[in-house]
């Protein structure tokens, strides 16, 4: 196979996995409100960020093993819309949010995934 091909196969995933934490860690921007001291603005990043942190150290684990990248981002995907749905009655709206922030879990997921097969089958 071409070697652009297999250099875009291998950096997709991991471009796009920076990418969806940064954009997860923009939720965090919330806790800046007036008049809050920075205690609370601390804890607030802290816990906003926890999902950030753990797709950090996935990514970092991903970095080599594909197979972990694969499977952990499919399954927070899944795992976003579980607690989605069981926090809240189910409302038609909802189905965006799950797109907005399973979709790419599920996209980077199976770009792994694919990385993978590739690798392993070489």
Do not use: C, Q
């Not at 409100?33 to 960020?49: A, K, Q, R, T, Y």
């Not at 009655?89 to 909802?94: A, G, N, R, S, T």
């Amino acid at each position: 196979m071409d070697e652009t091909l297999e250099k875009i196969i291998y950096w997709t995933p991991r471009i796009l996995s920076v990418m969806f934490i940064l954009f997860l860690a923009l939720f965090s921007l919330d806790v800046f409100e007036p008049g809050l001291s920075i205690g609370p603005i601390l804890i607030g990043l802290f816990m906003h960020n926890i999902p950030s942190m753990v797709l950090t150290v996935i990514l970092i684990i991903s970095w080599k093993y594909e197979i972990v990248g694969g499977i952990a981002y499919i399954l927070a995907g899944l795992l976003y819309i579980v607690l989605l749905l069981f926090k809240n009655p189910f409302e038609w709206y909802m189905i965006s949010w799950a797109l907005t922030i399973s979709g790419p879990a599920f996209l980077i997921g199976a770009l792994f995934l694919v990385n993978w097969f590739r690798k392993k089958s070489k």
